[in-house]
């Protein structure tokens, strides 16, 4: 059964620095693409970037987009945000995903096309 558990958050003040990370286990993980969102209080939960299998194709939303970096090492089994630059609206728990798919396979923002979900990782920024 595949599994993920992030790891990563915490407190920062404004234009602080945090590395999540998240391991598959469970799974090959080179057969995943894989995501990150994020929830805020009151808020629904929201796609922030999302990784290729071959880690090729990157993608961010227009909000964190040149502050925050996905990558992925297929040893390792493991997937990172590094999240530069942060604001108090990134306040949240940030979940990552994972779908099974072929290579070819069109991204997606999608949170129902991701069936395998982290149980979160809790990022607070104070202005």
């Known amino acids: 059964q595949v599994q993920l558990v992030e790891s990563g958050g915490g407190f920062v003040q404004a234009g602080g620095s945090l590395r999540l990370s998240c391991k598959l286990s469970?799974?090959?993980?080179?057969?995943?693409?894989l995501a990150w969102f994020r929830q805020a209080p009151g808020k629904e939960r929201e796609f922030v970037s999302q990784?290729?299998?071959?880690?090729?194709?990157?993608d961010y939303s227009d909000s964190v987009k040149g502050r925050f970096t996905i990558s992925r090492d297929n040893g390792a089994k493991t997937t990172f945000l590094q999240v530069d630059n942060l604001k108090p609206e990134d306040t949240g728990v940030y979940y990552c995903?994972?779908?099974?798919?072929?290579?070819?396979?069109?991204?997606?923002?999608?949170?129902?096309?991701?069936?395998?979900w982290g149980q979160g990782t809790q990022v607070t920024v104070s202005a």
């Open positions: 990784i290729s299998r071959s880690g090729g194709y990157k």
């Open positions: 995903a994972a779908r099974r798919t072929i290579l070819t396979a069109p991204p997606t923002r999608d949170d129902r096309e991701y069936s395998y």
């Open positions: 469970g799974g090959t993980f080179s057969y995943y693409a």
